[in-house]
């Protein structure tokens, strides 16, 4: 199975910074990465599917590229309603791999 | 627009079964794939499977192999998870999510694992 390291754990900004949040896979895979927003006691919420392409509503302050094994989410201009969990998936084979998550929290 | 609904929370004895169910509502359950997804308390998610919903195949998370099925219900628009020989370690929310990223989600079901 392809394991998916995601870094940092957690990560403390301010509104209107910029960050980015990694995911190495433990082999080279295609661009078949998706990044997800969980908010507490909310079902997870699809931002970007194969990579970069962004999913119709999420705003364009979210981008995600990479290739090969390490791809990043990049979050710009940060809005109180982007501080949550983001999760990364590697949908390129069975089984699916979920990194392990990064908290995103107001500094 | 598609949306997943899913049945309500469960409390089960160590050694019982769970089946959890996922309604498409303005849809049918045919097309793409339904998969199964589960966090538990604090923790991060994890993938356990997916469902062909059209040919009813299967592939499952090698640690749940023996202990999970995942089966659809076609006339109902309804899939379904059931987990068996259920131990305290399965307490988490359980999601169903359709297609290959997951663009559509339920919105989970607590299975609480208690003696």
């Known amino acids: 199975a392809i394991q998916m390291t995601q870094s940092p754990s957690s990560l403390s900004a301010s509104v209107g910074d910029s960050v980015t949040i990694t995911c190495r896979a433990s082999?080279?895979?295609?661009?078949?990465l998706g990044w997800y927003q969980q908010i507490p006691g909310k079902a997870p919420k699809l931002l970007i599917r194969?990579?970069?392409t962004l999913e119709s509503g999420v705003p364009p302050r979210f981008s995600g590229s990479g290739s090969g094994t390490d791809f990043t989410l990049t979050i710009s201009s940060l809005q109180p309603e982007d501080f949550a969990t983001y999760y990364c998936l590697q949908a390129y084979t069975y089984p699916y791999t979920f990194g392990q998550g990064t908290r995103l929290e107001i500094k | 627009q598609v949306q997943l609904v899913q049945s309500g929370a469960e409390v089960k004895k160590p050694g019982a079964s769970v089946k959890v169910s996922c309604k498409a509502l303005g849809h049918t359950i045919t097309g793409p794939y339904i998969h199964w997804v589960r966090q538990a308390p604090g923790q991060g998610l994890e993938w356990m499977g997916r469902?062909?919903?059209?040919?009813?195949?299967?592939n499952y998370e090698q640690r749940f192999q023996g202990r999970l099925t995942m089966t659809r219900d076609t006339a109902m628009h309804t899939a379904y998870m059931e987990v068996n020989r259920l131990t305290s370690d399965d307490t988490a929310t359980y999601y169903c999510?359709?297609?290959?990223?997951?663009?559509?989600w339920g919105q989970g079901t607590t299975v609480t694992v208690t003696s």
């Open positions: 194969a990579t970069s």
């Open positions: 082999q080279v895979m295609t661009h078949d």
């Open positions: 469902l062909n919903p059209n040919t009813g195949d299967t």
């Open positions: 999510a359709r297609g290959v990223f997951m663009d559509v």
